[in-house]
Each structure stands twice: as structure tokens, then as C-alpha cells.
């Protein structure tokens, strides 16, 4: 896999289950498929940083993102 594939794919999953932990929580229910969701998407863009000689910089991300999006349209 890409790197700049997982690490756009980690930060989309993370952001996703932001909300679905705060709803679990709300609810008073254990959030379950949030933090599997929130852990797939912390180990993804571990991945990423690891295996990309230099990693990243935070302002590469928004070039890496539409440089992916790119690639797909």
C-alpha cells in the first residue's frame, strides 16, 4: 500500500470515529466499532510516518491529500 494512501486512509477513519465515539458515550453504550475504528486508523497513518523515509510534515497533508484524491478522479 501507499503510504500516501494510508496515511490519508488513517486520518479519514480517525476523523469518522470521533463522532461515533461521542455518540456511543452519550448513550451511555461502550463505543466498540469507534475505537476499532480509531485504532485502525492510529495504526494506519503509524504506517505511513514509519515507512516513508523522513515521514511527514504537517504541511505536507493537505498536498498529500488532494495528490491522492487526484489519483482516484
Not at 17 to 23: A, E, F, G, R, T
Not at 30 to 50: F, K
Request: glycine share 8%.
Amino acid at each position: 500500500m501507499d503510504t500516501d494512501l494510508a496515511l490519508i486512509l488513517g486520518i479519514v477513519l480517525g476523523a469518522l470515529s470521533v463522532p461515533s465515539i461521542l455518540s456511543a458515550m452519550s448513550e451511555t453504550r461502550p463505543p466498540r466499532v469507534s475505537s476499532l475504528l480509531l485504532l485502525a486508523g492510529v495504526s494506519l497513518i503509524a504506517y505511513a510516518v514509519m515507512s516513508r523515509p523522513g515521514g511527514y510534515r504537517l504541511e505536507q497533508i493537505p498536498d498529500v491529500f488532494f495528490s491522492v484524491l487526484g489519483r482516484f478522479v
